[in-house]
């Protein structure tokens, strides 16, 4: 890729950035003595998230600072301190413990980003139960799998939502046992089979002894995006909190005396590992905005909030460029810091973008449901290369390998050759089971190694670039083709904001690459545009790689946590059926 790397200055930092010397720090890591940097439950009853995160800030220094500052849809804001957090949260272990639900049951999630989505999450985890959040956008058929597959016990929700989605499928759900409406309307009477969180809430005791909690103890259950198939049940332990935490550290940057904002819904796991548990364990002030995308908010929030750490995803960087820089340079951003993105690939454009818009390049970091935390990321003092997801995090193991048949696997040692991610498996974070599916997870390892199912390569300085997934990656004429390098390359293009590419069988090159593309506003779809994207695109690329195919589209589809689906599009052009698309995005 022809863009030159983004060199950090040596020193005039405002903060200096806590990690500064990534080999020396790779060198010196243990999770051993990371572990240090936790509390544990008092009284050597071992280690729980939701202390980490709540109960230790509230009884020391932190106890008054605020750590969740809401801003609703309205206008207005709701704030919590460490203090009124650890209570809420306590009162909220108080309740599931009168309603019976026990250590490892399940408590789902279905709520817009307020409150009480925090409080019960923390809630959850003080009480040994296991949290599931699901993303309110949900329709009621990937409620109802996800609650019957996760065993959901409780479900908190709002009323519209349980109304509108859940209060039909009660009859099929026989093990969901209770539901805790968070914004009850009290001027109508309570539906039957629920219960008011807040009164139940306010009735319950404030202080809570979190029962021991080991480690290895089950805290969350995540469902993935739904990319490449139906989604899985990811299930992590409450011992991921040291990776939380120290990736948050090392790689978002995050100092205790940050405002820091992450836009991902707790309904996927960046929303959880970051919009929750690690910034609060570092101590540091959360921004949560309950609205949806747009770009004039954002920027107000940045701007109003003082963000100094901000987290956010390619597809959201893609539509701010979409509307416009200037938008941007209005607002004094001069509190930003730190900019990273997760969650699909980052175009070296949209990086660059960054730094001409923000002031500041955006840090493209890799990780995964199963991963539970970052893994391999660009950190605040280093040299960003754009179009590179950067390198591992201090403490993760990475390599390219190659599967051989039967299961084993071979470390491909030399740089620059395609192969799958692979994390030498151990890490805090690292997920211990797929729900209801041993078989599946099994196959995930080989030899001491997890097998991301990512295809990537890494130069010989050990950046990692992500070249597509498993799936996606398209084979034609004896080439390995990524989507990710041409969707990069068409995106170069000034008329085209956004694109997505797929491998067709071809009957001569065993696949043709395909591309979809989104253009931006103020251009129209032509054939003349649709030759010269083509030419520009084989210039770049080369004709072996370039699209063979073009089709103008308004939009491609996604999930709806904002990567593109790119499997929905194939078997739509060769007629195959759809699939799960219970994470779809509508109108795609
Ligand atoms: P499913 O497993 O159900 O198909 P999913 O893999 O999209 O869905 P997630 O766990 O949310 O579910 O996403 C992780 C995947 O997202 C990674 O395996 C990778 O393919 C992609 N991804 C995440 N971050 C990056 C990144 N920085 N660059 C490229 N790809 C990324
Ligand atoms: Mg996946």
Redesign the pocket.
Known sequence: MAIPAIEKPRSGWRMPPILSDYEAECRDFSWASARRSLAGLPGERGLNMAYEAIDRQARGPLAAKIALRFLSRDGSTRELSFAELAEQTSRFANLLRELGVGKSERVFALAGRVPELWIAALGTLKNGSVFCPLFSAFGPEPIRTRLERGDGRVLVTSELLYTRKVEALRPALPQLAHVLLVDRDRATPLRPGTHDLRERLAAARADFEIPPTSPDDLALL???????????G?LHVHGAVLAHRESARLALDLHEDDIFWCTADPG???GTSYGIVAPLALGVTCVVDEAEFDAERWYEILERERVTNWYTA?TAVRMLMRAGAELAKRRDLSQLRFVA??????NPEAVVWGQAALGLPIH????????GGIM?ANYASQAIRPGS?GRPLPGIEAAIVARRTGGAIDVIREPDVTGELALRAGWPSMFRGYLHDEARYARCFADGWYL???LMRRDSDGYYW?V??A?DVIKSSGHLIGP?EVESALMEHPAVIEAAVIGLPDPVAGESVKAFVVLRSGHEASPALLREIQGFARKRLGAAVAPKEIEFRDSVPK?R?G?IMR?LLRARALGLPEGDLS?LEPGA
């Open positions: 995540h469902f993935t995006s739904g990319t490449t198939g139906a989604p899985k990811a996927w796991v960046t390619p993105s997760v969650g699909e690939p980052l493209d970091n890799w990780w995964q449901t199963e991963t391999i997801m991301s199912g990512d992500f597509g997934r799936d990710f999930t946590s990567k499997r994470t």
